[in-house]
């Protein structure tokens, strides 16, 4: 007991630094991408303590694997032919890439789809190790639209905005194609479907204690929704400028962290408030 006390312990602190760096994030504006290689660190810490606790390194590993190799895929196939994403290319802001596609990116992919699934889970009230009949493919289906709705809310802030990619063919969503996020849904759900089978095939039905702490769910949905303190701090501190896109759209920096932060509710806020009702109801946690 005083081990998973511990844990738990170690696991808020850990959820409440990246609630902090999301503020100081928010904060830097434009200057947002410097940020980013902290909140992965402290995305990778808390996955690998959080869970591999409840899976397992292997499992884990196979998670983050399957993010980055189906991420750099789809992403790779896009940047060459438009598809499924549209045409873009990623500028330098992001660092190092690997057939055009920053390597920082594609390890997002890896190690955020662990928040996703977790939440995902929870929204659909399976808090177990195992998935059973038509939650084999509902889970990673909720999975890809969790994942997808980050996109919804920080795309235009990234790509309009901080221009960290640029689009061939911009999309009247402040810039950004419709097809992005068919996009995203593709990746993600086969993200996810490759995981619930290998979860499927293994058919573990042990959990570990601490897994059915309501707490520990509580932590995952905090990491889920921290991200959107970005927005509002944004919206209240950054000042207004005036940008152009390669399409020759023009945009008030202002009018898209507003817009954002109404979107960020809607897809952020609500499904980590729906996530948190669920658990706090369970009887099947303590």
């Given at each position: 007991m005083k081990s998973e006390k511990k844990l738990l312990n170690l696991l808020s602190i850990i959820v409440i630094t990246y609630l902090i760096a999301n503020v100081i994030v928010g904060f830097g504006g434009t200057k947002a991408g410097i940020v980013i290689p902290f909140l992965l660190i402290s995305f990778i810490i808390f996955i690998f303590t959080h869970g591999t606790v409840r899976y397992g390194i292997k499992n884990i590993l196979i998670l983050i694997g399957t993010g980055m190799a189906v991420s750099l895929f789809y992403e790779g196939m896009s940047i060459a032919?438009?598809?499924?994403?549209?045409?873009?290319?990623?500028?330098?802001?992001?660092?190092?890439?690997?057939?055009?596609?920053?390597?920082?990116?594609?390890?997002?992919?890896?190690?955020?789809?662990?928040?996703?699934?977790?939440?995902?889970?929870?929204?659909?009230?399976?808090?177990?190790?195992?998935?059973?009949?038509?939650?084999?493919?509902?889970?990673?289906?909720?999975?890809?639209?969790?994942?997808?709705?980050?996109?919804?809310?920080?795309d235009p802030v990234m790509a309009t905005i901080n221009k960290a990619y640029i689009w061939d063919d911009s999309g009247a969503y402040f810039g950004v194609p419709f097809a992005n996020f068919m996009?995203?849904?593709?990746?993600?759900?086969?993200?996810?479907?490759?995981?619930?089978?290998?979860?499927?095939?293994?058919?573990?039905?042990?959990?570990?204690?601490?897994?059915?702490?309501?707490l520990y769910w509580y932590q995952s949905i905090v990491m889920y929704a921290s991200i959107f303190i970005q927005l509002p701090v944004l919206m209240m501190f950054e000042e207004n400028r005036e940008i152009t896109i390669a399409s020759g759209q023009l945009f008030q920096t202002n009018e898209i962290y507003q817009s954002m932060t109404l979107i960020g509710i809607a897809t952020i806020i609500v499904p980590a408030i729906i996530a948190f009702a669920i658990v706090y109801n369970s009887n099947e946690l303590e």
């Open positions: 032919t438009g598809f499924p994403y549209s045409s873009y290319y990623y500028t330098e802001i992001l660092g190092p890439q690997l057939f055009g596609f920053p390597i920082i990116v594609m390890m997002g992919y890896g190690v955020g789809a662990y928040i996703f699934w977790t939440l995902a889970k929870a929204v659909s009230g399976n808090f177990n190790n195992t998935l059973k009949g038509a939650n084999i493919v509902l889970v990673p289906i909720i999975a890809a639209a969790l994942f997808t709705s980050w996109d919804y809310a920080l996009g995203w849904y593709l990746a993600a759900y086969t993200i996810f479907q490759i995981f619930a089978l290998v979860i499927y095939w293994q058919k573990k039905t042990e959990v570990p204690a601490i897994a059915k702490k309501k």
